[in-house]
């Protein structure tokens, strides 16, 4: 089975950057398909926040952090990075990546994508 790993996670002030980092255990999982990020609060639903696919790298994103966040793809090394820059108090969270159950998969809802990572915590306060 395929395994994704996320890195990068950890306690950070208001301001601060962090870049986290999936790595996929298998290029055939990883070079068709789109790489998604989300992030669970705690008592709160799983959101999606930025998607990258894998024909052109384009990107889809939630309106709260199209801005301060990003995210790329090194086919390479089969992995998939999130900067978060001007990181807020409201985005602590536990972050997962996950890949698209379909090849070529642009779209971002949480039921297209079919295999996710441990998650790793980001947590932003003073």
């Known amino acids: 089975q395929v395994r994704l790993v996320e890195s990068g996670g950890g306690p950070v002030q208001p301001g601060g950057s962090l870049r986290l980092s999936c790595e996929v255990s298998d290029s055939q999982y990883f070079e068709n398909y789109a790489i998604g990020w989300f992030r669970q609060a705690p008592g709160k639903e799983r959101e999606e926040i930025l998607c990258?696919?894998?024909?052109?790298?384009?990107?889809t994103y939630v309106d709260s952090v199209k801005v301060r966040f990003t995210i790329s793809r090194d086919n390479a090394k089969n992995s998939a990075y999130l900067q978060m820059n001007d990181l807020k108090p409201e985005d602590t969270a536990v972050y997962f990546c996950a890949k698209s159950r379909y090849t070529y998969y642009t779209g971002t809802s949480l039921g297209d994508y079919d295999t996710w990572g441990q998650g790793t915590q980001v947590t932003v306060s003073a």
């Open positions: 990258i696919d894998s024909v052109d790298g384009s990107l």
